[in-house]
């Protein structure tokens, strides 16, 4: 069974980075879509970036765009998601989270469609 285990959350200040890791147990298949998705407090979970199985295709939401880079390493089983320039509104849980089955774009942004999600890890950002 596919497990997912993120680390690499902190605390930091506005404009420095964090490097956030997701570690998929059972490895990497090539079938699966990968992506970090955040939820700050009272709010919904929103989505926030996309790496395709084969191609390794990115997506970015619009607001981490230019700032956030999701890549993995199948060697090494992980996905990473590089957060610079951070701002007090990237406060949030981060989670990381596969779909196992094909994923159109379109759909990227719905949690419902996702099989496995890790247990995340807090990143917060101070003015």
């Known amino acids: 069974q596919v497990q997912l285990i993120e680390s690499g959350g902190g605390v930091v200040q506005a404009g420095e980075s964090l490097k956030l890791s997701c570690v998929v147990s059972g490895g990497i298949d090539k079938t699966y879509y990968m992506s970090w998705f955040r939820q700050a407090a009272g709010k919904e979970r929103e989505f926030v970036a996309i790496i395709s199985p084969s191609s390794g295709s990115t997506l970015y939401e619009d607001s981490t765009k230019g700032r956030f880079t999701i890549s993995k390493d199948n060697a090494e089983n992980s996905v990473y998601l590089q957060m610079n320039s951070l701002q007090p509104e990237d406060t949030a849980v981060y989670y990381c989270?596969?779909?196992?089955?094909?994923?159109?774009?379109?759909?990227?942004?719905?949690?419902?469609?996702?099989?496995?999600w890790g247990q995340g890890t807090q990143v917060t950002v101070s003015a």
């Open positions: 989270a596969a779909r196992i089955t094909y994923l159109h774009h379109t759909f990227k942004n719905d949690s419902r469609k996702y099989d496995v």
